[in-house]
């Protein structure tokens, strides 16, 4: 979805940013027990670190929006995450619900959508990438999420610029088989973020999707997140529309938390 004011590197020059650290000597360490959540909301780019190997998270939240003159909520938006290893979890989205307030939008709920994630660690210390495949399986109401399986392929990065400054962003490539129209979507994102204090963040992010048929859609999207521990946080978003095709405007909340160690207290 290019803006018409905003011209960035195209999706395979967002690849190259992503891959490029893979040839680095030094390297990062995935997340454990004592590091603080890292969630994939409030913004469009999923976190680049994995859940910590035995912990459960869970993120979750609600929005309100408008397009045209149609106005709807969806929610919960919930992503369970699970560290089997470490360096790689396994999420899943559980359905949400998409509900009308005005106009004629379609409702009902979205797919069941399974990922396995990994976390690359031979990078450079400030920097982080992760490999994520996943799919929509066929749940969901077709007028809301489309027909058939929709397997999906993910790259989020991240790099720290130090001073409590970071960059970040992610490709996606989303696949529709049964869609004859449009089998195929590219979504790049690119987030500019700014750690305000030890448990206050800001963010602001463009996000671009790129059907391979149809018209794109872009939005610029900005908001933060609140640790109210180290396992907890709580985050809201607004995010206007910069085509005619996209949104007018997206707002939403949430609430994420992180057990560790569950396997080890389930004994």
Not at 31 to 56: F, H, K, Q, Y
Not at 125 to 132: A, K, M, P, R, W
Not at 194 to 201: A, G, H, N, Q, T
């Amino acid at each position: 979805m290019p803006a018409a004011m905003l011209r960035l590197p195209s999706k395979f020059g967002y690849l190259a940013i992503a891959l490029h650290w893979l040839t680095a000597a030094q390297a990062s360490e995935c997340p454990s027990p004592g590091s603080e959540i890292a969630t994939d909301r409030p913004d469009v780019t999923n976190s680049s670190l994995v859940v910590p190997a035995g912990s459960l998270q869970s993120e979750n939240g609600i929005n309100t929006s408008r397009q045209g003159a149609g106005a709807g909520f969806d929610g919960t938006n919930s992503r369970l995450r699970f560290g089997v290893a470490p360096c790689l979890e396994v999420l899943v989205d559980i359905p949400s619900y998409v509900g009308r307030l005005s106009g004629n939008l379609d409702t009902g709920f979205t797919n069941v959508t399974p990922a396995i994630k990994w976390q690359v660690s031979a990078l450079p210390e400030h920097s982080s990438l992760s490999v994520v495949v996943g799919a929509g399986l066929p749940t969901g109401t077709p007028a809301v999420t489309g027909a058939g399986l929709q397997p999906y392929l993910q790259f989020p990065w991240a790099h720290e610029l130090g001073g409590g400054w970071g960059i970040s962003g992610m490709f996606t490539s989303f696949f529709r088989p049964s869609d004859f129209t449009d089998h195929q979507t590219s979504e790049a994102t690119f987030v500019i973020e700014r750690k305000i204090s030890e448990k206050m963040s800001m963010f602001a992010e463009y996000v671009g999707d790129y059907p391979s048929r149809g018209a794109s859609i872009a939005l610029f999207n900005f908001g933060g997140g609140y640790l109210l521990s180290r396992t907890e946080q709580i985050d809201f978003h607004v995010a206007f529309g910069l085509n005619r095709n996209s949104p007018n405007y997206i707002i939403g909340v949430g609430y994420s938390f992180r057990l560790d160690n569950v396997l080890n207290s389930a004994r």
